[in-house]
DNA sequence: ATCGTTTATCGTAGATTTGCGATTGATTTT
DNA sequence: AAAATCAATCGCAAATCTACGATAAACGAT
């Protein structure tokens, strides 16, 4: 495109968009799922879980973390993940908000 | 990328992801909110409201169109575009299934 | 100190997304 | 019937995303 216009939308809907396209993407539903399952949450172990590459999944637990919805610690030479379910609830009370005067009935 | 993996994923993943990757552009995000606030629904109403050129917009409630999020029937000249929230409630319950026995308590 | 393990980052290729103008087809309006 | 309006689609350019291998950096074990 000639010109990126994400900068013309406000602030909750880039917000909203933010968070939803962290999660727009299968593989990165998984690894929250596997964060989700386990106590302990290591890189490998998502590696392992997943079909992608090591390089590849690092990828996408850093736009996860970029995006606020993981959190993750360096534990010795591996890496500690676990989900910040505090931007899940900030994001459903966003949703919420933005929702909250809508005309439910449908026009067509 | 060399291959497309997306099709190697569980089918809840993909669900979430794909609503969420519906979500996960501003202007999609604006589309729903505009939606959401009339009672009509116009295209060109939307295109009003939006940074965006026409084409642009048609573009997007295409995409929103093909994930489930609105309806649209032609009404005349005019296209009438409606938010689909029976999609909406499906991803919710999807959603909470999907997180149903997680850890909540963090690691890191 | 060297080796193996673990994870992040870099560079790159290919796919997809985003955006626009132009065009088309369909319907109103004049 | 001609002109104007509305919205979908096409074709294209630029941006971004996805994926990988290679490499680097940081640590633990030997």
Redesign the interface.
Known sequence: MAVN??S???ES??I???F???????????I??EL??????VCGEIVEVL??AQSTVSQHLKELSTAGLI???V?GAKS??????ETFSQFEETFRV??E????????
């Open positions: 216009k994400k013309e939308f406000g809907e880039k909203i968009a933010d939803a396209k962290a999660l727009g993407h299968p593989a990165r539903v998984a929250l799922k989700a399952r386990r106590k302990t949450c079909p992608l959190s993750g610690t534990d500690c993940y676990c989900i910040n379910w933005f929702f005067h809508a005309n439910i009935q449908r026009c067509c």
